[in-house]
């Protein structure tokens, strides 16, 4: 290695050092921490006040309300993901052809992406208003009676689902669309003059060249959705909000523990169980995902 190589390598270390440290210092060493006070009776005041070993972990799975939480953030990261990057990549394929009002209708699909969760959040619990709501009078038009979508627990959480399947479909469409568009155009002229149809065209051409990228899209909408917190928070408080603990998520009840109760071990440990859950779903998708069929 002459001189010249060597001052480059110290130069682009130097600067990727101090960007290192800072994301160590902010992210991953209060991860070992949050591992070591899951297994302390832990306040906020006094993080290591007394070792009890896995207590916390045995007192989990006897906790009704983190059951719930459990099943509820499992149904909503489920469907969340399933219907947003289905829709998002259908999206994809229909703008995928560069038209004049294309660009008109990729903005459309991303403005709630950049538009932030709790505006996003206030106007949706405003479209489900019982009374007032948007979508209550549109239903009105046609005879059927206002229904309280965010009072009844059966309908509250699938509110919410919709409405956080509307706000990322326009980020997995960009991601698709740029998948889409990188894909040469004789792959797909060979096929349609071969005699395939445009099923036929995005089921063997398009689909198998976006499988990293399909993968991609699956792995981030899963950890998103598994994190879901401030549209629940919003939505389902105040006296139009869900009773009790109907749409309670892990996060939520993270979140009610370490801050309401000051119970920071115990939701120190329900946060290392969100953390290898998702780390767990994550392994199987690139286990699964990524094999070449």
Same mark, same amino acid.
Request: with cysteine; hydrophobic share 55%; glycine share 6%.
């Given at each position: 290695?002459?001189?010249?190589?060597?001052?480059?390598?110290?130069?682009?270390?130097?600067?990727?050092?101090?960007?290192?440290?800072?994301?160590?210092?902010?992210?991953?060493?209060?991860?070992?921490?949050?591992?070591?006070?899951?297994?302390?009776?832990?306040?906020?005041?006094?993080?290591?006040?007394?070792?009890?070993?896995?207590?916390?972990?045995?007192?989990?799975?006897?906790?009704?309300?983190?059951?719930?939480?459990?099943?509820?953030?499992?149904?909503?990261?489920?469907?969340?993901?399933?219907?947003?990057?289905?829709?998002?990549?259908?999206?994809?394929?229909?703008?995928?052809?560069?038209?004049?009002?294309?660009?008109?209708?990729?903005?459309?699909?991303?403005?709630?992406?950049?538009?932030?969760?709790?505006?996003?959040?206030?106007?949706?619990?405003?479209? @489900?208003?019982? /009374?007032?709501?948007?979508?209550?009078?549109?239903?009105? $038009? =046609?005879? %059927?009676?206002? *229904?309280?979508? &965010? !009072?009844?627990?059966?309908?509250?959480?699938?509110?919410?689902?919709?409405?956080?399947?509307?706000?990322?479909?326009?980020?997995?469409?960009?991601?698709?669309?740029?998948?889409?568009?990188?894909?040469?155009?004789?792959?797909?002229?060979?096929?349609?003059?071969?005699?395939?149809?445009?099923?036929?065209?995005?089921?063997?051409?398009?689909?198998?060249?976006?499988?990293?990228?399909?993968?991609?899209?699956?792995?981030?909408?899963?950890?998103?959705?598994?994190?879901?917190?401030?549209?629940?928070?919003?939505?389902?408080?105040?006296?139009?909000?869900?009773?009790?603990?109907?749409?309670?998520?892990?996060?939520?009840?993270?979140?009610?523990?370490?801050?309401? @109760?000051?119970? /920071?071990?115990?939701?120190?440990?329900?946060?290392?169980? $969100? =953390?290898? %859950?998702?780390? *767990?779903?994550? &392994? !199987?998708?690139?286990?699964?995902?990524?094999?070449?069929?």
């Amino acid at each position: 290695m002459n001189r010249m190589e060597l001052q480059k390598r110290i130069f682009a270390y130097s600067a990727v050092i101090p960007v290192v440290l800072i994301f160590a210092f902010l992210r991953v060493v209060p991860i070992f921490q949050n591992f070591l006070y899951s297994f302390f009776n832990s306040t906020v005041v006094d993080p290591m006040q007394e070792f009890i070993g896995i207590e916390n972990y045995k007192e989990l799975f006897k906790d009704n309300l983190f059951l719930l939480s459990l099943k509820n953030t499992t149904l909503f990261a489920l469907f969340v993901t399933v219907f947003s990057v289905g829709l998002a990549l259908l999206v994809a394929v229909l703008l995928a052809t560069k038209t004049a009002l294309g660009g008109l209708f990729e903005t459309l699909y991303f403005l709630p992406v950049i538009t932030p969760m709790v505006p996003v959040a206030v106007v949706w619990k405003w479209i @489900y208003d019982p /009374t007032y709501g948007l979508l209550n009078y549109c239903l009105s $038009l =046609f005879g %059927i009676k206002p *229904l309280g979508w &965010l !009072v009844y627990p059966d309908l509250a959480i699938w509110a919410i689902i919709i409405m956080s399947v509307w706000k990322v479909i326009g980020y997995n469409m960009i991601i698709f669309l740029v998948g889409i568009r990188d894909i040469p155009d004789s792959y797909i002229e060979a096929a349609t003059i071969d005699g395939g149809n445009k099923f036929q065209v995005f089921r063997f051409i398009i689909l198998p060249l976006l499988r990293p990228i399909l993968l991609f899209v699956t792995i981030i909408s899963t950890i998103n959705a598994y994190n879901v917190f401030t549209q629940v928070f919003i939505m389902t408080s105040g006296p139009q909000g869900a009773p009790g603990n109907a749409v309670r998520t892990l996060v939520f009840d993270i979140y009610e523990n370490a801050f309401r @109760y000051f119970k /920071t071990g115990y939701a120190a440990s329900e946060a290392v169980v $969100l =953390f290898l %859950i998702v780390l *767990l779903l994550t &392994l !199987v998708q690139l286990r699964t995902g990524g094999k070449e069929r």
